[in-house]
């Protein structure tokens, strides 16, 4: 009976020391789990400060070239202006001399009118003056296609 006992006693020991034996087999294998968690985690934390920073020079980035492009936008618009500008006023200049030419064709056929000079001279005269009306008729239908130019740009 002794044996018994002992034996009991000795098995007990035994369940007793595997039982905390395993315990601590647990214990460390859960711990490196929880190890090898935190190390990907703070991997995780790394690689999401490297897409923030990434995100931030993108958005650098793209705020400069809209600035650049706003800048070549506004410079293209300033040159076109002023070719706008300079035609406009060279046009002025040919409407200005041709509205000379056709005043001075009008003295000149009340001239002729005047003198009674009849044949040659007055229909030469009077086509003279039909091909500057037709020609400044042009010139205004072209002046003001520059006026719809203009007024598109709003200059």
Do not use: P, W
Not at 79 to 90: D, L, V
């Amino acid at each position: 009976m002794v044996e018994v006992i002992i034996i009991s006693i000795a098995f007990g020991l035994l369940v007793f020391f595997g039982y905390i034996k395993g315990r601590k087999l647990v214990i460390d294998f859960l711990v490196g789990k929880v190890n090898s968690i935190k190390e990907e985690f703070d991997s995780l934390q790394h690689l999401q400060f490297e897409v923030e920073q990434l995100y931030k020079k993108t958005l650098n980035s793209k705020s400069a070239i809209e600035k650049d492009a706003k800048k070549i936008k506004d410079d293209a618009l300033l040159c076109t202006k002023n070719i706008i500008a300079e035609k406009k006023k060279a046009l002025d200049k040919v409407l200005c001399l041709k509205k000379e030419n056709l005043q001075n064709s009008i003295i000149t056929l009340r001239t002729a009118e005047e003198n009674k000079l009849k044949g040659e001279i007055v229909k030469d005269s009077v086509k003279i003056v039909e091909r500057q009306l037709k020609s400044l008729s042009n010139d205004k239908k072209l002046y003001a296609l520059l006026g719809k130019c203009i007024k598109k740009i709003g200059y």
